[in-house]
């Protein structure tokens, strides 16, 4: 096994919930933890890179089991000589361990206690503070109790939350995440998870059937910034992402990047709103 930036086969390591990528995002190798391994999620993005996504939540998780495998891969990863057999040059530093699985991470019953775990086996090889504990998440359950304790966990220990939004309308959440949360439970759950620790907007921009997002699409979008900016809700930044990998979705030959100028224009429209960005 050597890993690239595009390998993100969640079997590489040949484990259920614990699985290496050399990745974009984190600039380096990071380990992630997959709840979802039975492709299950509430949301169907039409960017979607899951193959064979279904509908539906996280199943019951083996926590022993996810302990025991990270424990081991973190101790493989660590051990002397697994980065050159296994990653290219330049990008050999272990990053982080995210939440970033085949489907919606919160949607675990368990999600609290998967971040225990997760911390425990950072504690344990000195590793909270020295890396990032990620959650990738479409946010949609993060009013609920359980999940509210996994954020303050995570904050607790170096944790960030990348927090989906790909559009502030309710038709643009629908086309494009093919989500019924709204935009308005959608603000307030992106309240919460930034209350409850260090969150980033997590923003994807494409073009469907060639056309980019409308004028009133953006707009909407950048009324939400400047109500997040105007409201004092912590929000670190927007990650703004472009159309980088093939769809597993129907959707997928509809779909297209926009335009490099598109995009920074976007980014600096949503600066002069308030909030830092970042472009990939
Ligand atoms: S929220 Fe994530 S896992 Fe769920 S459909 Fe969207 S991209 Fe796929």
Redesign the pocket.
């Known amino acids: 096994m050597r890993l690239g930036t595009t390998d993100h086969d969640r079997d590489t390591a040949g484990l259920l919930y614990v699985y290496p990528v050399v990745s974009r995002r984190a600039g380096g190798v990071s380990v992630g933890v997959n709840l979802?391994p039975n492709n299950a999620?509430?949301?169907?993005?039409n960017?979607?890179?899951?193959p064979g996504?279904v509908s539906g939540n996280a199943p019951p998780i083996d926590l022993s089991r996810l302990e025991s495998e990270l424990s081991g891969f973190l101790d493989a990863v660590l051990s002397r000589g697994w980065m050159e057999e296994h990653v290219p040059e330049g990008a050999r530093t272990l990053k982080d361990v995210a939440f970033s699985?085949?489907?919606?991470p919160t949607s675990s019953r368990q999600f609290a206690e998967a971040v225990e775990v997760v911390v425990r086996v950072l504690r344990e090889r000195d590793l909270v503070g020295r890396i990032e504990i990620v959650l990738?998440?479409?946010g949609?359950f993060a009013h609920l109790p359980e999940v509210r304790r996994g954020l303050e966990a995570m904050r607790g220990a170096g944790g960030v939350v990348w927090f989906?939004v790909d559009s502030a309308t309710d038709a643009g959440m629908r086309a494009i995440?093919?989500?019924r949360t709204g935009p308005e439970r959608q603000r307030r759950n992106l309240e919460i998870a930034a209350r409850a620790c260090p969150t980033w907007i997590q923003t994807?921009m494409l073009a469907i059937d060639g056309q980019a997002p409308s004028e009133a699409e953006v707009e909407a979008y950048l009324a939400l910034v400047r109500d997040l900016v105007a409201s004092e809700v912590p929000v670190e930044g927007v990650l703004l992402y472009g159309l980088a990998r093939t769809s597993h979705?129907p959707e997928a030959p509809r779909l297209s990047a926009l335009p490099r100028e598109w995009m920074e224009a976007m980014a600096e429209r949503i600066r002069a709103a308030g909030l830092p960005v970042r472009v990939s």
């Not at 999620?41 to 993005?45: F, K, Q, V």
């Not at 960017?47 to 899951?50: E, F, I, M, N, T």
């Not at 699985?101 to 919606?104: P, T, V």
């Open positions: 979802n999620c509430n949301w169907r993005c960017y979607c890179q899951v996504l699985g085949n489907g919606e990738i998440t479409n949609s989906k995440n093919d989500a994807l979705q």
